[in-house]
């Protein structure tokens, strides 16, 4: 009697924490651009996926290259994204509508940098339908995560604990229900429904926070074996897989200039093996565009807005002359 | 696969259902299966290194114990000689791969830097926990060379012995006598003991999610940065040493507690060191599997050796009794915490750290004599409490010097910030953009980390004084409800989200890169 009274108290304790946890989850999780993107991936046919890091997500814009080449795309790059995820941002999309074209856009940095538990990684994980993918992302890079992140969702938001309010009402109304992106926008950015970032013009002093520079010592194999692994996918699907590496601002390349030489070196040579094609917009002649440090809202290389616009006409040009 | 991972916690959970489903005959081979399974999964390349000590090893304890045998015939002198040829092998080529390893670089890079010219660097791996079992295993064959243990004649029982998964990455340094029996032993289910072990699961993981890593981020910042934080020093080097005890205890805590799932006591490695009243106790209390290793294998033999009482004698008559009986005392602790530095890493720094922990410990114990005749001199009461509270604090000042070295990037850093901290203070450094990763650069978040810090080390502290006044947490455990027992744990694990900071090198133990 006495075990089976304890048991059940811990039966019940349970119930109480996964009821906690689920209210957490709806009252501190805020509405975010991964819920809009997994939406739009499993209800729109896109012909260009987009993938990346954040350099992709500020500076591709979807629209403007279908504008010039007629192919529509979703832009599905998101801050910390690293090979393993994109790749199963692929699948997942590809199993509601398989692409004409892949682009992943590369920054040499994430190939050399360990994946840590900073990225957007956990939001696209929470909002990705329950699939088949979703139960292959969660064994190959959930599992290795800390637990916090899998067991309680909200622990990622805890510091918008003040905003519960917000994101209570925001969830109960009709922009949330119509995953409309108009929510997204401050002075700073705004979220286009294509999936792309627009940075303001904005003055302030310009950052390098998360700067990693390329060192081939630092290699990281897992980026090479889902880089193969989305290669293999492509080959499969009959996808065709392009990869590009997005300008960035000219002093910045001057000032490491050697290691944005030796990343261009490496990166070639191993695209060459794997017969995929490789633009390196920082070589290559782009007309009239400016590469000026003002042109971009940090010496990372994430683009303005209007910048980026004007980049995704070079990109949507050299997309339809390939 | 991190201690912090969702894959090691269903990895022990599989591994504990699995341990008390299977036949008790067979419960140690399900260990050692899991224990290989864990090391592999850090990659497969490492495990020559584990399979080549526990050979070494393993081999020499049957050949001690067979020499041993052949006493009657060879005679005591061939034998002890036998003996002592085959431990100093093993010893070689234990330690020798260790040394390969971690220290190769480090003296290539120095003997450069005095050559004035770049020497090149070797590519070595460094299997993770490799000085936790080195000097395990070391003991071990120790223990046989010296008749204090019988030799394990089943090389996977020894197998597991050294690879025990919870303890191989960041110790307690094992000792055969006691762990073994326990590893081999045929374990029933017992749920007070698994509530046991999930207490300090979620009491490690408090240490390490809350105080540690909440710290951790003051302390890279400042210890990164000396000269753009030059008035946080001292805030620097406190934040460490909250970081540092959260870190390592609460790291092993959680690998404790996961050994006593599986029925198995690991020595204890902490016992509240902040609370030293000297050096020496502070190292009775700090890392105590490490300390006692030491001793008995360092230590002692150097102190008792035949050499060290010749230097004893003539030290007596040069420099006088107290003198010449302290000072061979005063040289193995030097030794022995040269040792301890170099133990902690390739580089000068720790060097500095080992020194400067058995140069007190040396002196103290030379100059304790007059320290007994100022003490008589001032009128102190040496019971009172007043005097305690004073060695104590003494005492954390004393490691905290220490601890300059231990983080900071090289000597001069370590230097430079210790002057900073006697002559400079900048509260207002500490809302400086950029202390705090990931662009949490709101004064009010500042704060907020802080009271987390401090109200962990506030429940770390009144958990001590209970733990120190002889209060055991079974007992205090024992007089509560389940109910509210329960209740409690609920709270510890939603405050490890709710308190705990993200961390900052993806949930990596400082300990588990030794």
Known sequence: ?322 | MSLISLKFLIFVVIAVVGYYLIPKKYQWIWLLVFSYIYYISSGVKIVFFLVFSTAVTYMTGLLLQKSEEKESTLGKKKIKARKRKIITLALLLDFGMLGILKYTNFLLGSIGSVLGSSVPEFDFLLPLGISFYTFQSAGYVLDVYWGKCKPERNVFKFALFVSFFPQLMQGPIGRFETLAVQLYARHSFDGQRIERGVRRILWGYFKKLVIADNAAMFVNSIFGNVDQYSGLAIIGVLAYSAQLYGDFSGGIDVVSGIACLFGIDLDENFRRPYFATSITDFWHRWHITLGTWMKDYIFYPISLSKWMSRFGKKARKKLGKQIGRALPICIANIIVFLVVGIWHGAAWKFIVYGLYNGLVIGISGMLAPQFRQWKNALHINDKGKGWMVFQILRTFVLVNISWFFDMASNVPDALKMMRYAVTKFEISELFTAGIIPLGNNNPKYIMLVIATILFGCAVLFVVSVFQERGLTEAELYRKVPFALRCLCYVAILFILPVLGAVPVTSGGFIYAQF
């Open chain 1, 1 to 322: 009697m006495r075990n089976f009274k304890r048991t059940f108290f811990v039966v019940i304790i349970l119930i109480f924490c996964v009821a906690v946890t689920n209210v957490a989850n709806y009252v501190i999780i805020p509405y975010s651009y991964a819920r809009i993107t997994m939406h739009n991936i499993a209800s729109e046919e896109h012909d260009i996926l987009y993938v990346g890091s954040s350099h992709g997500l500020c500076g591709i814009d979807p629209d403007i290259v279908e504008e010039n080449t007629g192919e529509s795309g979703i832009n599905l790059c998101f801050g910390g994204e690293y090979l393993r995820d994109s790749y199963y941002m692929v699948k997942e999309a590809a199993s509601h509508h398989t692409p004409k074209k892949i682009v992943y856009e590369l920054d040499p940095g994430y190939w050399v940098s360990p994946e840590n538990q900073n990225g957007d990684f956990g939001r696209l994980y929470y909002e990705m339908p329950l699939s088949k993918t979703k139960c292959q992302y969660f064994f190959a890079k959930m599992l290795d995560a800390d637990f916090r992140t899998i067991i309680f969702p909200w622990y990622n938001y805890r510091s918008q604990l003040l905003r519960i309010k917000d994101t209570v009402k925001i969830k109960g109304s009709q922009e949330y229900d119509e995953y409309d992106p108009a929510y997204f926008n401050d002075i700073v950015e705004s979220y286009r429904k294509s999936g792309m970032i627009y940075r303001n013009r904005i003055e302030g002093e310009k950052s390098f926070d998360n700067f990693v520079l390329w060192d081939e010592k630092n290699i990281q194999e897992i980026s090479k074996t889902y880089f193969e692994k989305l290669k293999v996918f492509c080959d499969e699907k009959g996808i065709e897989l392009i990869v590009i590496t997005t300008p960035i601002p000219r002093e910045t390349q001057e000032m490491y200039e050697q290691q944005y030489a030796d990343a261009d070196q490496y990166f070639r040579t191993y695209f060459e093996k794997q017969k995929v094609e490789y633009y390196n917009f920082n070589y290559m002649d782009l007309g009239g565009f400016n590469r000026a440090l003002s042109e971009f809202a940090d010496g990372e290389g994430h683009m303005y807005g209007d910048t980026a616009e004007k980049f995704s006409g070079i990109l949507a040009n050299t997309l339809k002359n390939q």
